[in-house]
């Protein structure tokens, strides 16, 4: 979930993403995404700050600079099972005066939605060559 800097390998409307260390919990991403209308598109550069909070199973963003006019975001983990976790996300964009916010919002969900799909198929990807698993997986009757 944390990977930025190998986001547009994985997530399909990343085009640029790299992540630079500003301390042990801070990261400043800056990507250049894709955003599209059906045949239409257009590409969207953003710098944010990522912090991490290990111990609340929480990540924050806030946008330094980029197209949007703002954007925060927090993203928390639930352990809801045993072998299980809720992710819940929130994200507050406003794209500014460029694009009509009734067009961005829906253009916008998708994206999010389209995002989610992707980073979820990488996390089972990466699953089967994770340790942990392996451990928990020979320990299954």
């Given at each position: 979930m944390?990977?930025?800097g190998s986001a547009e390998r994985f997530i399909r409307n990343v085009r640029h993403s790299e992540a630079i260390p500003l301390g042990p919990?801070?990261?400043l991403v800056n990507q250049v995404g894709w955003l599209?209308?059906?045949?239409l598109g257009t590409s969207i550069q953003t710098s944010y700050e990522i912090e991490l909070h290990p111990a609340l199973h929480q990540l924050t963003g806030k946008l330094v600079s980029g197209d949007l006019t703002s954007m925060d975001m927090t993203a928390n983990l639930l352990a809801s099972g045993a072998h299980r976790?809720?992710?819940f996300y929130g994200l507050?964009?406003?794209p500014g005066s460029w694009i009509s916010?009734?067009?961005a919002e829906n253009a916008l969900r998708r994206q999010a939605r389209d995002s989610f799909e992707d980073l979820a198929q990488e996390m089972q990807r990466r699953t089967q060559t994770c340790p942990m698993t392996?451990?928990?997986?020979?320990n299954q009757p």
């Open positions: 944390t990977d930025y919990d801070k990261l599209s209308w059906g045949i976790t809720t992710l507050k964009v406003d916010y009734f067009l392996q451990k928990i997986d020979e």
